[in-house]
C-alpha cells in the first residue's frame, strides 16, 4: 500500500514531530491559548450584509446572526490513473492543526490523513480496489479511535462525495448550532448566545479565532466554557467578552466549539487531538 501525494502538504512529519506549528513563518504555539489585545480605535461604520447583520445607529451596535457547520467537512475524489491504479483523493479542513488521521476505505485501512498548521489536508491514496456503496472514514487519530468524518457511499461516478462530520455518540448529520454575537462599542463588550445539538455531553471550550473556519489561526478572544446537557444540547448559553475595543473586520474572525474543554485542548501550548472543531462559523 503506496501513499501518492496529488496535492501540496504543508505540514512534514519531521515539523508535526518537533511540535512547531507554524503558519506564514510565525510559530502559532502561543497563540492558540491567549488571546490578542484588540487595537483601540473609534468604532467602525455599521456594515449591512448578507451575513445577517443588524444595526442601532445610535450607539452603533452589530449584529451577527451565525449558523455553525459542523467539523471536519471536505470531499472525497475516486479514479484510476492511467496505469491503472485506483486511487482516493481526500481534501478536508477542520481538523486539529498538525494532527494525524487514519483513512479507511469500508473497514479497510488506506493510510493516514496529516492536518496542515491551518487544519487542512489534501491527500491521495493510493488502493487496491474501490467498490459500489463504499465509504471512506476518517478516524480521531489511529485505529480504534472514533470516526470524526464519512463520506457518501461511492458510486459509477469519481465524484466529489461529501464529507460528513460525526460526534461520537450521534448519528452522522445530527450535529448542528446557532450563535448570536453583539458587538457594543460603548461597554466595549462582544455578547456571545449559543445553541448546539448532537455534541457530546460535557464542557466544550470556545473562542473568536484569527482566520477562517477553512484556515485556522490564533486565539483572538476566549470564553468561559459552554456545557452541553446529556442529550448532547447546549441551551442558549450566553457568555460576554469585555475590552474590545474595535469592532469585528469585515473578514478574518470565525466562532469556534471545539470538542474538548479549556483544559484538555492545549499542551504546552500547542494543540492536542481534543482542539478539534465542532462546530465553526466565519463572522
Known sequence: MSITNRKRLRVTAATVAAGAITMAGATLASSWGAGAQASVTKPAAVRISDRGVTADATIRKMKFELKLSAMPTGTITTGTTAAGQQFVEVDVYGLTPGSAHLVTLHTKPIGTLTADATGQAAQTFDVAGIALRDRVRI??????????????????????????????????????????????????????????????????????????????????????????NGRGQINHETRVITGVKAAPPATGWYLNLHQGNSNNILSDGNPTINFRPLLCANI
Not at 460603548?186 to 484569527?210: E, F, K, N, R
Open 139 to 228: 478516524l480521531d487519530g489511529g485505529a480504534g479511535t472514533h470516526v470524526i468524518a464519512v463520506s457518501a457511499a461511492t458510486g459509477l461516478e469519481s465524484g466529489p462525495y461529501p464529507l460528513q462530520a460525526v460526534e461520537a455518540g450521534f448519528p452522522a448529520g445530527s450535529m448542528h448550532g446557532q450563535a448570536t454575537l453583539v458587538y457594543n462599542p460603548v461597554a466595549a463588550t462582544i455578547t456571545v448566545t449559543l445553541s448546539a445539538w448532537g455534541v457530546s455531553p460535557g464542557t466544550h471550550a470556545a473562542h473568536i479565532h484569527l482566520g477562517s473556519c477553512a484556515s485556522q489561526g490564533g486565539v483572538r478572544y476566549m470564553m468561559m466554557d459552554f456545557k452541553a
